[in-house]
């Protein structure tokens, strides 16, 4: 039976990037949506068809025909929304970050736990076929030792034009409402002025943190660090004896530029990643005795296979590629940074 899909919160990211694509899924039926903009979901449920229009979460989740939901919502109000939907038995792809705290997201990896649920956390490009390239031929060159053995890494992330190659959804000139349910936006020990960089930073810059983790090691510790109060960072990461530094700046106009080299003795894999909306994939750039090559696809994106990937792990009750609990790291080391800036040594 296919799963019937429910998305909650319909804005530009929830139409465009989620909406959209799980609509275009046909192992799956998006059933419901919800958003506190009544007008908002009328107007995308009648866009993408969709049969069935909720004014909240609670009453999205209280409807039989959803077996897993979509939640797109403010980041404060992700954790409380998705602690809700596993507590109702339902699997859950939500947006990044999970959580602000590594305390909030345990509490919802425990919950999956115990209902023993699929839960994905959206870091879009792991599922980019780029990137699955460069995976491919990191583990090839590490296995061959023909470049050598790793001797460093350097990744970057400065913000600029997101990408957006279409329109792909409606909007309302309805305000979000307030008076919904809000996790705190950091830990305890964070003082006031410096939450909002720490949000700008979880939502931005835990894209080339998870990812050079799912390249270089899942458990990295942090060796450096050194953050702005605006969120733009450079911190460098340990994965067991390799440096991973990161230059990380959010809000330049121009183009969005990101990526992640990864030096061997003898050459380099570098990952060209394109802005986060653009339909089109990351490039894998080799270098070995002064020649590059560079290997391209077939312009698929990362959202659709993201999507594709969510109701193929819940129908075969796979892990997914970025799964809840995997996704508590990228907390943690966002913690462990923000707390030496705190105190004074970032």
Same mark, same amino acid.
């Given at each position: 039976?296919?799963?019937?899909?429910?998305?909650?919160?319909?804005?530009?990211?929830?139409?465009?990037?989620?909406?959209?694509?799980?609509?275009?899924?046909?192992?799956?039926?998006?059933?419901?949506?919800?958003?506190?903009?009544? /007008?908002? $979901?009328?107007?995308?449920?009648?866009?993408?068809?969709?049969?069935?229009?909720?004014?909240?979460?609670?009453?999205?989740?209280?409807?039989?025909?959803?077996?897993?939901?979509?939640?797109?919502?403010?980041?404060?109000?992700?954790?409380? @929304?998705?602690?809700?939907?596993?507590?109702?038995?339902?699997?859950?792809?939500?947006?990044?970050?999970? $959580?602000?705290?590594?305390?909030?997201?345990?509490?919802?990896?425990?919950?999956?736990?115990?209902?023993?649920?699929?839960?994905?956390?959206?870091?879009?490009?792991?599922?980019?076929?780029?990137?699955?390239?460069?995976?491919?031929?990191?583990?090839?060159?590490?296995?061959?030792?023909?470049?050598?053995? #790793?001797?460093?890494?350097?990744?970057?992330?400065?913000?600029?034009?997101?990408?957006?190659?279409?329109?792909?959804?409606?909007?309302?000139?309805?305000?979000?409402?307030?008076?919904?349910?809000?996790?705190?936006?950091?830990?305890?020990?964070?003082?006031?002025?410096?939450?909002?960089?720490? /949000?700008?930073?979880?939502? #931005?810059?835990?894209?080339? @943190?998870?990812? $050079?983790?799912?390249?270089?090691?899942?458990?990295?510790?942090?060796?450096?660090?050194?953050?702005?109060?605006?969120?733009?960072?450079?911190?460098?990461?340990?994965?067991?004896? @390799?440096?991973?530094?990161?230059?990380?700046?959010?809000?330049?106009?121009?183009?969005?530029?990101?990526?992640?080299?990864?030096?061997?003795?003898?050459?380099?894999?570098?990952?060209?990643?394109?802005?986060?909306?653009?339909?089109?994939?990351?490039?894998?750039?080799?270098?070995?005795?002064?020649?590059?090559?560079?290997?391209?696809?077939?312009?698929?994106?990362?959202?659709?296979?993201?999507?594709?990937?969510?109701?193929? +792990? @819940?129908?075969?009750?796979?892990?997914?590629?970025?799964?809840?609990? /995997?996704?508590?790291? +990228?907390?943690?080391?966002?913690?462990?940074?923000?707390?030496?800036?705190?105190?004074?040594?970032?």
């Amino acid at each position: 039976m296919k799963p019937g899909i429910g998305i909650i919160g319909t804005g530009m990211v929830g139409q465009m990037c989620h909406l959209a694509n799980f609509a275009a899924n046909p192992a799956c039926r998006v059933v419901a949506i919800a958003d506190l903009r009544p /007008d908002l $979901a009328a107007a995308a449920a009648q866009k993408f068809g969709i049969p069935q229009v909720y004014g909240t979460h609670r009453e999205l989740l209280a409807d039989s025909a959803v077996s897993a939901v979509v939640v797109v919502t403010k980041r404060r109000a992700t954790g409380p @929304i998705v602690l809700d939907a596993l507590n109702s038995g339902r699997h859950v792809l939500s947006e990044k970050p999970m $959580a602000y705290t590594t305390a909030q997201a345990t509490s919802l990896v425990e919950a999956a736990r115990r209902q023993n649920l699929v839960y994905s956390i959206g870091y879009m490009k792991r599922h980019d076929a780029g990137v699955a390239r460069a995976l491919e031929v990191l583990a090839r060159l590490r296995k061959d030792q023909s470049l050598g053995r #790793v001797v460093r890494a350097k990744g970057w992330c400065f913000g600029g034009d997101t990408g957006r190659s279409r329109d792909n959804f409606v909007m309302t000139g309805e305000a979000r409402p307030d008076g919904i349910e809000l996790w705190q936006d950091g830990p305890d020990w964070m003082p006031r002025a410096l939450r909002p960089g720490y /949000d700008n930073f979880l939502n #931005v810059f835990s894209h080339i @943190i998870n990812l $050079a983790r799912y390249l270089l090691g899942s458990s990295p510790t942090v060796a450096e660090s050194s953050v702005e109060t605006s969120g733009a960072a450079r911190i460098t990461l340990d994965f067991d004896g @390799i440096a991973c530094t990161l230059d990380l700046v959010n809000g330049s106009e121009g183009a969005w530029r990101e990526g992640l080299t990864i030096d061997f003795e003898r050459g380099a894999v570098t990952l060209d990643l394109p802005p986060p909306f653009a339909e089109q994939e990351a490039e894998v750039i080799v270098e070995h005795d002064g020649q590059s090559t560079r290997l391209t696809g077939e312009g698929s994106w990362a959202f659709r296979r993201q999507a594709d990937a969510f109701v193929s +792990d @819940i129908a075969e009750r796979r892990i997914p590629l970025a799964s809840g609990e /995997d996704s508590m790291t +990228d907390i943690a080391l966002a913690e462990t940074v923000w707390k030496r800036r705190a105190s004074g040594q970032a």
